[in-house]
T-cell receptor, first 116, second 112 residues
Framework: AQKVTQAQTEISVVEKEDVTLDCVYE???????LFWYKQPPSGELVFLIR??????QNEISGRYSWNFQKSTSSFNFTITASQVVDSAVYFC?????????????FGTGTRLQVTL | DVKVTQSSRYLVKRTGEKVFLECVQD?????MFWYRQDPGLGLRLIYF???????EKGDIPEGYSVSREKKERFSLILESASTNQTSMYLC???????????FGPGTRLTVT
């Protein structure tokens, strides 16, 4: 069965600190996708990144970077020089092919609090 | 811009009431999903639909039903609301071959 583990329930950092959010997954699929979503206080989940299982290159987008390591089944997310606007709940998700629709299995989320 | 809208941001209902949560998307997506979000449990899939009038149970379908009469609209129904259904409900949609889901703003339902 699919499983996504986000062991960090809550992280608190001071602005400008770097922070890494961990994500570990389990799947029997050979082809799969991994996602990160951000949920700000407004409630709507916002897509951040999608990674497919054949592409282990790290990705950087501004202050955000993602480290995908298939050997350890991890897809970690780092925010460099955090800002107050980064405060949100972050979800990692794993694709699951059901034959009828493409589903996502979500982790339990990590709440990030960035303070001044 | 993809838009997923949900009929209410906040809803308060009494135990035993029938509750309808509506979701509409404007991107002609084939797939639509209903999740509930609870602290410490993340997002759990209730039901999903891959076509008009087609639906499948997710991980926690008990106490819920759904309806998809039109492609753009997916309704979640609580036949007889109970206090343990107090939660945040999120709707999402996606294209048929895409795993990327677009989410609505959520409905925070309180059942008293």
């Amino acid at each position: 069965a699919q499983k996504v583990t986000q062991a960090q329930t809550e992280i608190s950092v001071v602005e400008k600190e770097d922070v890494t959010l961990d994500c570990v997954y389990e799947t029997r699929d050979t082809t799969y996708y991994l996602f990160w979503y951000k949920q700000p206080p407004s409630g709507e989940l916002v897509f951040l990144i999608r990674r497919n299982s054949f592409d282990e290159q790290n990705e950087i987008s501004g202050r955000y970077s993602w480290n995908f390591q298939k050997s350890t089944s991890s897809f970690n997310f780092t925010i460099t020089a955090s800002q107050v606007v980064d405060s949100a709940v972050y979800f990692c998700a794993l694709s699951e092919e059901t034959g009828t629709a493409s589903k996502l299995t979500f982790g339990t989320g990590t709440r990030l609090q960035v303070t001044l | 811009d993809v838009k997923v809208t949900q009929s209410s941001r906040y809803l308060v209902k009494r135990t035993g009431e029938k509750v309808f949560l509506e979701c509409v998307q404007d991107m002609d997506h084939e797939n639509m999903f209903w999740y509930r979000q609870d602290p410490g449990l993340g997002l759990r899939l209730i039901y999903f639909s891959y076509d008009v009038k087609m639906k499948e149970k997710g991980d926690i379908p008990e106490g819920y039903s759904v309806s998809r009469e039109k492609k753009e609209r997916f309704s979640l129904i609580l036949e007889s609301a109970s206090t343990n259904q107090t939660s945040m409900y999120l709707c999402a949609s996606s294209y048929v071959d895409s795993y990327e889901q677009y989410f609505g703003p959520g409905t925070r339902l309180t059942v008293t």
